[in-house]
């Protein structure tokens, strides 16, 4: 009697997994400095880093919730940066909506630009967490 | 910063890390990160030239 696949069994993700996908949050690109993926580090990194930076340079600011709902999807977005959402939140810098740089012609950029950079850190965060957990070469 | 260079480093960062994300070999993820990048421009100006057209 042949034996019949019933789809019950489920992989686990090993605990380095979770780790490295942690460090990859909160740091971009350090889940996979961690795992020796350096090429990976300096793209991935890289372009979170360079997202985030030029957010700011254009006049963006990070969202953070007020009361309103609206500021929620934004905020999860920004918080996809890791300790660069955090470490501004706890130290009270960047979410000001400056009027001088609300008249910036580059400042609507400026607030897409800081919530792409967590967004794409999700991306590059669940990468690390694959690669940790055998998913990926 | 001119709209157009902020619209390159946008499509540049978003099509590099879906392209090393998404694929497995270099060669397709550098197939992959310029047509993702290509795709960002085209659709980007295709969309600002539609825009411009319309009176709201």
Redesign the interface.
Known sequence: MSKVETGTEHETAPAKAWLMGTAGWLVPGLGHVLQGKWG?AL??G???W??FI?GFI?GGHLFQYDGSLLRIPPMIGNLGAGLLYIVPWFMGFGFAEDVRLAAL??FE?GW??LI?AGL?NY??M??AFDIAAGR?? | MRHFLVMTVFALAAAVVFGVVAKDSPRDRLLYGLKVFAEFLVIGLVLGWILYFLPF
């Open positions: 990976r793209l991935l890289g372009a979170v360079a997202c030029l254009m012609p580059t950029f897409t630009f792409v794409l991306l590059a669940l990468d990926k070469s």
